[in-house]
């Protein structure tokens, strides 16, 4: 060793260390050989006979290499370097040079069986490429521990860290150049830009490939000693290549997703590339994908498309969205109070066909794009108001001057140049309005607060919406080749939905809602030339679309204890609602069919005052008063003719209480009576119901029952008097919060006399059980039939339909061995008992559980077994159901485990419904992953054991390694570290 403590200059000859990194949670030992170390005064180390493995001694993975200079950061330079997978060297290089943030030069060199040889290189003319950590092969070598600068600048050929923290936003724009030797070439751009200034983006991502064909089955690229290059079409012109283009615009204003490809295979011929030389994949498998390929235990032609990671596309769209251009309205406000123009869901849609002259294992472009719909949608509305008594027009003029230019979207917010300084203070002065009054000096109390109100108020407003799609279907049925394609579109192609509907409104406030009165005039007209859903399969349909309605709906309602404001507990309120159409135009469907069909047949209605035409005409009184502890509520319902007339009267009274905040007492009534006066019918029916509930600590218990009587007079001469009880409901419970659960409702039917329903459940812990009931006629089986018939003969009964027990076993994670072990268990175990249907109790059992040995195994087990014949354990149910055999349980049991007599499993009425088993074995290079799944299935009407299982090899990825020399009280180290990310 030789050293000057001066300058650390200096060299050490024959050192060996060793560094522990953790790799996905798994500590990795790393051992750095070296014949001989060197460092010059420029900060330049250099290594001479350097060997980096993973394991001591002999190593099943090493690179060597006769010289190795760590340059700067993460740059090194790699002179002669071998590549061995135990003691066999696999791959050797005159050298290697690597910078993570290089910018112009990223070449990527493999061999693939369809391909070729490939070479790939990506030129950056914006940003940099991402860097994850610990993603390359040699990041161990970096001094910065693989640490990627986030906001670095362009110095030379390189980009260096940045002063500017602020200056780099993501943004990149990057030229794709790859060289295939048996596809041909690839040009790309793929370009991400940020406009934070105005919240706007813009992706970009296309390319043109020059590929020829080649054979799926021999790989062949010569046909005759020349190639087929491939083509395309533009608008049906033919050009010599192939195309992919992708734009993604997104601002606050529009919204724009065109795409547009030459054919479907694009993106899986020329996407599948990478910008980092990934050493390990290629020294481990130059085929396919690396050695994550050897994962999928099916069989595939070595030179077909690989569309695991880029299927083929099939279809697309075109899209656009324009964002509500609503401007500020101040200026003409109210008169024009909102305006508003939508464009969005403007869409094309592109459906592929197979181009039957074209043999797909060659040409790409057997499958060809085609237009199949267009789709373009514009709403326009505006609201405002004709006249408003409660408007302040210096209050407008004021904003207005504020906001003259400014609209809702960012880019039209510009400064008002007419904006002028606030005068003097006479313009902040609050004019009264002649129409607001100070409350009655009469009404003034303590409890009552003096505050201004209008004395009358009342507006006319509108709301206008003109809605319009336009819709476009290419006819596309005779086009067998891209060259038949024809993007024009005929009258007949176009089809529209114009949909307009208007309101107009007014509404009448007298002394603070006292009365108001509220009447709309509303007007829709649907016109619509196709439907969506049914696409004019169905005529009639579309007719009954279109049609015209105007309607006026009226309401009125006086508050008559609001001029008594002492009275603040009470309300009472009567309202008056009237909505009648005053014109409809519909499809008459019955005149219709007495036509040639050529035309529809339309029919008008006008303001006709019968039950079929007016949609409402009623009259509510409403009375509540809230007096603690009660609450009560009267209701008063009429239906006025031409409508069926009809009285419902409801009283409801509620009392509740509170006992320190453990009792609480509820006690709830309800009064109704209903009078309906038909053509046909008279009928009155009175109904009353009463609930009690009472709940102390962790108890509750409630009650409720209730009654009605009918008189029903049918053709005003048969009498009939129906007087009928609800059952009564009564229901309990009690709960321990994880610890004890019980839960009780019964149903008491006194009309008839018997209990209609109950259930229980209790659960204690893990344990839970649950019975209920059903209320119906004995069922029989039919041996003959092989099928249960219903005993109509005999009377209903109350029987146990269903027991259910249950036993859940959650084990909390348990730490062995200094938690070096860890396990996790889970076992369900459900039964379920069938009174009525006894043929479907049931039994299942899951367990699973979880083993995980540090740095060693990890085993994950899970099944499911069932047995859905538990009836054949019981003789009474088996001699029910015609069966003369006897089974015992246990035995049953014992046989399903016995894995040496096929015919004792199958006779078994304990089946395994699945397994499943992953197990990963941990080396110091590899993990042994091992998986397996099976359950049954039916194939040819018989149940058969289906299992898929796999095993491969995972590979671990290197770890980053930092080396550090030190000189501490006259002793000299290498040692190896790593800082946390």
């Known amino acids: 060793m030789t050293f000057d403590i001066d300058n650390w200059k200096g060299s050490l000859l024959k050192c060996v260390s060793k560094q522990e990194k953790d790799i996905k949670k798994e500590k990795t030992v790393f051992y750095y050989v070296t014949g001989e170390i060197k460092k010059s005064d420029t900060d330049v180390m ?276 324009i964002n509500n251009f609503s401007p500020q309205t101040n200026i003409i406000k109210p008169f ?176 603070d ?22 696409d004019q399969l169905n005529i009639i349909d579309l007719y009954r679309w279109n049609k015209t309605l105007l309607e006026n709906n009226l309401s009125i309602k006086l508050s008559l204890l609001k001029i008594l404001p002492e009275i603040k507990n009470q309300t009472l309120i009567v309202s008056y609602d009237l909505n009648n159409p005053l014109y409809k135009k519909s499809f008459d469907e019955d005149a219709y069919k007495l036509t040639d069909k050529s035309e529809p047949v339309y029919k008008t209605e006008e303001n006709l005052w019968t039950k079929d035409f007016v949609n409402k005409n009623e009259m509510n009184i409403n009375y509540t008063m809230n007096e603690s502890p009660f609450n009560t509520k009267v209701t008063y319902n009429r239906k006025l003719p031409p409508l069926d007339e009809e009285d419902n009267i409801k009283f409801q009274e509620i009392i509740k209480f509170d006992i320190q905040d453990l009792i609480e007492n509820i006690s709830e009534s309800t009064l109704g009576y209903l009078k309906k006066n038909s053509e046909n019918e008279l009928s009155e029916i009175v109904s009353a119901s009463q609930k009690y509930s009472i709940s102390l600590f962790n108890w509750k218990s409630e009650i409720e029952l209730g009654f009605k009587q009918s008189d029903k007079f049918i053709d005003v001469e048969k009498n009939k008097d129906d007087f009928e009880f609800d059952p009564v409901k009564l229901s309990s419970s009690y709960k321990i919060d994880k610890i004890l659960d019980l839960s009780l409702q019964v149903n008491y039917n006194i009309e008839d006399d018997r209990w209609d329903y109950y259930q229980g459940k209790a659960k204690v812990y893990d344990f839970s059980i649950s019975l209920n009931s059903i209320f119906q006629k004995p069922l029989k089986w039919d041996v003959s039939n092989n099928r249960w018939i219903t005993l109509d003969s005999e009377e209903e009964v109350l029987v146990p339909n269903i027991l259910t027990l249950e036993h859940d076993l959650n084990i909390k994670k348990m730490y062995l061995w200094k938690n070096r072990i860890t396990l996790d268990i889970k076992t369900n175990l459900s039964i379920k008992k069938e009174f009525v249907r006894i043929d479907k109790s049931s039994l299942r059992y899951s367990l699973v559980f979880e083993l995980d040995i540090f740095e060693f195994l990890n085993l994950k087990f899970s099944s499911t077994s069932s047995n859905n014949s538990l009836f054949q354990y019981f003789t009474p149910e088996r001699e029910k159901l015609g069966l003369n055999y006897d089974k015992n349980i246990f035995e049953d049991l014992i046989r399903s485990f016995n894995f040496f007599n096929t015919k004792d499993r199958e006779e ?54 930092r080396s550090n020399i030190e000189n501490k009280d006259e002793n000299w180290s290498v040692t190896t570290s790593s800082k946390k990310q």
């Open 513 to 534: 809602s006292l009365l108001t009165i509220s009447d709309s005039l509303k007007g829709n007209i649907y016109g619509k030339s196709y439907i969506k859903n049914n």
């Open 46 to 321: 250099g290594m001479n006979n350097v060997t980096i493995q993973t394991v001591e001694g002999s190593p099943f993975f090493n690179i060597s290499a006769y010289d190795l200079w760590m340059l700067d950061s993460s740059d090194f330079v790699i002179i002669s370097p071998f590549i061995k997978i135990g003691h066999v060297p696999v791959f050797w290089a005159p050298f290697y040079y690597h910078s993570d943030n290089n910018l112009y030069f990223n070449p990527v060199y493999g061999i693939k069986n369809r391909e070729g040889i490939t070479f790939q290189n990506t030129i950056y003319f914006m940003g940099k490429k991402t860097v994850k950590k610990g993603e390359n092969d040699f990041s161990f070598l970096s001094f910065d521990n693989g640490q990627a600068s986030t906001n670095l600048e362009l110095n030379g050929l390189t980009l260096v860290p940045s002063k500017d923290k602020e200056k780099y936003n993501g943004d990149y724009s990057k030229l794709m150049v790859d060289y295939y030797s048996n596809l041909g070439l690839f040009i790309g751009n793929k370009t991400s830009l940020n406009f934070d200034s105005i919240k706007s983006k813009i992706e970009i991502e296309g390319g043109l490939g020059f590929s020829r064909n080649i054979d799926e089955v021999t790989g062949v690229v010569y046909n005759n000693d020349k190639s087929e290059w491939n083509s395309s079409y533009i608008l049906n012109e033919k050009y010599p290549f192939r195309y992919l283009l992708y734009l993604k615009l997104t601002s606050p204003i529009i919204k724009l997703d065109l795409k547009s490809m030459s054919d479907g295979n694009f993106r899986n011929d020329f996407f599948k590339r990478t910008e980092d030389f990934k050493w390990l994949d290629y020294f481990t498998s130059q085929l396919d994908d690396g050695i994550e390929s050897f994962t999928n235990s099916s069989s595939k032609e070595v030179y077909t498309r690989d569309l695991s990671l880029e299927p083929i596309i099939s279809q697309y769209n075109i899209s656009l969205n």
């Open 336 to 511: 024009l109070d909102s305006f508003q123009l939508d464009f969005q869901d403007f869409k094309v849609d592109f459906y592929s066909k197979t181009d039957t002259n074209i043999d797909k294992k060659y040409d790409p472009s057997y499958k060809f794009f085609y237009p199949e719909r267009l789709t373009i949608p514009v709403a326009l509305s505006f609201s405002g108001r004709i006249f408003d008594t409660s408007y302040n027009f210096k209050e407008n003029v004021n904003s207005t001057k504020k906001e003259i230019y400014k609209f809702d979207n960012p880019l039209f917010d510009v400064e008002n140049p007419m904006q002028e300084k606030a005068s003097g203070s006479e313009d902040k002065k609050n004019e009264e309005n002649p129409l607001e009054i100070k409350a009655p000096e009469i009404l003034k109390n303590e409890t009552v607060n003096q505050k201004k109100v209008s004395l009358v108020n009342s507006k006319l407003s509108y709301n206008i919406k003109l809605p319009y799609t336009l819709n476009g279907k290419w006819k596309n049925s005779d086009w067998k080749t891209l060259s038949d394609i024809n993007y024009e579109l005929t009258d007949e192609d176009l089809q529209y939905n114009f949909d307009p509907n208007s309101l107009l409104n007014f509404d009448f406030n007298l002394y």
């Open 908 to 961: 078994s009425n304990f089946n395994l419904y699945s397994i499943n088993i992953d197990a990963i074995y941990k080396m110091p290079d590899w993990n042994l992953v091992f998986n397996y799944s099976g359950k049954p299935k039916i194939v040819e009407e018989e149940y058969k054991w289906y299992q898929v299982f796999s095993f491969f090899v995972e590979w671990k990825p290197l770890s980053l390694v």
